[in-house]
């Protein structure tokens, strides 16, 4: 037993290079505060709609939050906005050093810390995309952490980060997938009916109003989402389904950023799948092959 | 690097234990009357069970604590239960015209889209949503000096099922509902309206 965990978690099952994660990752770091960039004060600044009261009810005294540095700032007669466009430049220019692999662990640490305290500062206007940024830079730290490692150690500190990552993700749908077959919209159809009549545009609506003579098709679209996340954690290792599973999930991901506009979910999510699993593919070019057939030593062990 | 495995398989184990909390504890928010009477019987008895146990305050403490830095503290339970029929937006209008918020990016919008969830939510909790709304009025009398009152509307539309669209064809039930005024005086004064 003790083995098996030992060679599940350890060996080396590690087929994305960790330079290409971590490329992705400070790229689409870089990515999510650029979409936000010309609406940036009215999100943190002074000017900001949310004000600092409200999100202090949201917070607790450990989580640290811009106010933190700019209270500091004043005093010295820095303006709040001006201590945020410096913590942003401090943040961007983190990113930029993982990207160029410039001293990784130390900007993965900071990178971290700062986009953690940019969604302790925006309770009201965090969702989902931002909570799974926050994780994926967590597990990027991880992974930079590693380059503190001899060559035999971080081979197995990079396979266990990768368990790490797979493990999370199937808890995450799972829970997501139970959440949803509690209920009873996602067993009659309903649940994606009301969802593209809620989050879509008017043309998918107008679109998809002809489509209700065939409840089976919104049947069919909801069941399959409650399956597919619900035995995520078994399909996505099993040798047969596992590539159907990854290429389904990331289809769906993709159908939720552009179909429902929420473009950072969809593209966070799928990026951490691909980032998790996505040595199934042995794309060359960005995979280490040679260490493919040990994945599948692995998962038919289990 | 033998102990340091150890260390990190005790990690994992408990990182997953950890997450299983998380997400059984987001079930217990379904006991309310409404949202329990809409589960299945299987949900009905997930949902009893998980608010049977509960766990010592200083381990859910720490839990909470470990999922806040690890970006785990939401819970993944998306679009769950169930889908409410019903969108609310808040509007704000100043003399019969709407103010449009600020935002310029998608993305800033659907973060918008958030706080105008989490108001809707808590419409009926007169402290949390007089201080977002005098927050966001605040916001909107700065952006707009011109303007001295704001109306506050709730926008409502209701969609009907799969069945009776089938059935009847499709239709949406649209309400605006006139809920607050804030006044710009020295302090923003929310007047609530009756509805």
């Known amino acids: ?302 | 690097m033998v102990i340091l495995k150890k260390i990190l398989v005790v990690y994992l184990f408990g990182h997953i234990l950890f997450m299983l909390i998380i997400g059984f504890s987001s079930f217990s928010s379904f006991i309310d009357e409404t949202t329990f009477k809409e589960l299945n019987p299987v949900g009905q008895f997930i949902v009893k069970k998980t608010d049977m146990y509960t766990l010592p305050k200083q381990l859910t403490d720490f839990v909470f604590f470990y999922s806040i830095y690890t970006g785990t503290n939401r819970g993944y339970s998306f679009f769950s239960p169930n889908i409410s029929p019903t969108k609310v937006n808040i509007l704000f209008m100043a003399d019969g015209k709407e103010i449009n918020l600020p935002f310029k990016t998608q993305e800033s919008r659907l973060k918008y889209g958030c706080t105008n969830l989490h108001l809707s939510s808590k419409i009926f909790d007169k402290e949390e949503r007089e201080i977002i709304l005098k927050s966001l009025s605040s916001s909107l009398f700065s952006n707009n000096p011109d303007i001295e009152k704001l109306d506050i509307y709730l926008d409502l539309h209701n969609y009907t099922d799969l069945k009776t669209v089938k059935n009847d064809g499709y239709n949406v039930q649209h309400k605006r509902i006139l809920g607050f005024s804030a006044l710009k005086n020295n302090v923003i004064a929310l007047e609530e309206k009756p509805y």
């Open chain 1, 1 to 302: 037993m003790k083995t098996k965990i030992d060679k599940f978690l350890f060996e080396n099952n590690y087929c994305l290079k960790k330079d290409t994660i971590i490329k992705i990752i400070a790229a689409f770091g870089i990515f999510k505060i650029l979409i936000i960039l010309p609406d940036l004060f009215y999100i943190f600044g002074e000017q900001g709609l949310i004000q600092n009261i409200v999100n202090e009810r949201h917070t607790f005294w450990y989580q640290p939050v811009l106010t933190w540095f700019s209270s500091l700032s004043k005093i010295i007669g820095v303006s709040e906005n001006a201590t945020l466009l410096f913590v942003i430049g401090v943040y961007l220019f983190s990113l930029g050093c993982l990207l160029a692999n410039y001293k990784r662990t130390l900007f993965a640490v900071i990178s971290w810390f700062i986009h953690f305290t940019l969604l302790n500062s925006t309770f009201l206007f965090s969702y989902g995309a931002d909570y799974f940024t926050s994780f994926m830079l967590f597990i990027n730290m991880l992974l930079c952490a590693t380059y503190l490692f001899d060559i035999k150690s971080k081979k197995s500190l990079n396979s266990y980060i990768i368990r790490f990552l797979q493990l999370h993700l199937c808890i995450v749908y799972f829970f997501a997938g139970l959440g949803k077959a509690i209920g009873t919209d996602w067993f009659d159809g309903n649940a994606i009916w009301y969802v593209i009549n809620m989050y879509t545009t008017n043309s998918t609506i107008e679109n998809t109003i002809g489509m209700t003579d065939y409840p089976v098709f919104f049947k069919i679209l909801s069941l399959g989402t409650v399956i597919l996340e619900l035995f995520y954690f078994v399909l996505i290792f099993i040798p047969k389904t596992r590539k159907i599973t990854l290429v389904l999930v990331i289809l769906m991901h993709f159908s939720i950023g552009i179909f429902m506009e929420f473009y950072t979910f969809g593209l966070v999510m799928s990026l951490l799948n691909i980032i998790a699993f996505g040595h199934y593919f042995r794309w060359s070019s960005f995979a280490n092959n040679k260490s493919e057939n040990l994945v599948v030593k692995t998962n038919q062990m289990m």
